[in-house]
DNA sequence: ACCTTAGGCAAGTGAATGCTTGCCTGTCAA
DNA sequence: TTGACAGGCAAGCATTCACTTGCCTAAGGT
């Protein structure tokens, strides 16, 4: 579980999150382009690269092979742990 | 919210969470004492006060002076915010 | 066959960060 | 007033981590 909290921690791991969202089974070059035009963010491939498989490790992205492309896939569950392990306080007042 | 984030990103504050969400208003020592106990984590004063300085900017801990003793309040309301950013995704399976 | 394209591997660098050390401030009780 | 207790401040150290650089593998198209 730490490894979820641990990819949640860097932004353009969270970027890469978002992008995802909007759309499944994208490959490493889709994601560069996106995080640039969407997010403003220009990390090289490499760098990319390696922020998902963070996010592969912590369960939260999976991968498929289909010839010479890999394409990526979000996996939102096990963010629920998180408001599982803290749930909503019930408190006099967060207004 | 990149605050939230990169303070869940220690095991020691999420120890601190865990620690406030049994019982809320306890001081500096207390939790101190509560992370070796429950948690076997024993790291110094200062260590612990700089972990509460950034779950205090994170919004996820709330302070009040009461004397010669600072209490510490747990607040979840921002960790909310990362489920409803990444919602659970409609997928074939997730069992 | 050849070249391009998509991706991977690994070492090295610089910055962020968790933790320690030492000293200081303020509050309460005897 | 003096001493003990709860906490704060700031510099220094060591590890982690994001990113780059350079080279390599493999699949697809012409």
């Known amino acids: 579980m730490a490894d979820v909290f641990r990819a ?16 499944d089974e994208q490959t490493l070059f889709e994601l560069c382009t996106r995080l640039a035009m ?6 090289s491939r490499q760098a990319v690269s390696q922020h998902l498989d963070v ?27 998180i408001t599982e392990r803290w749930p909503p306080t019930s408190r006099k007042a967060t207004p």
């Open 8 to 23: 949640l921690a860097d932004e353009t791991r969270r970027a890469l999150l978002d992008v995802l969202l909007r759309r």
């Open 38 to 43: 969407d997010h403003g963010l220009t990390p």
């Open 55 to 81: 996010l592969e490790s912590a369960g939260l992205v999976h991968t498929e092979r289909r010839g010479r492309y890999k394409l990526h896939t979000i996996d939102t569950s096990p963010l629920a742990q």
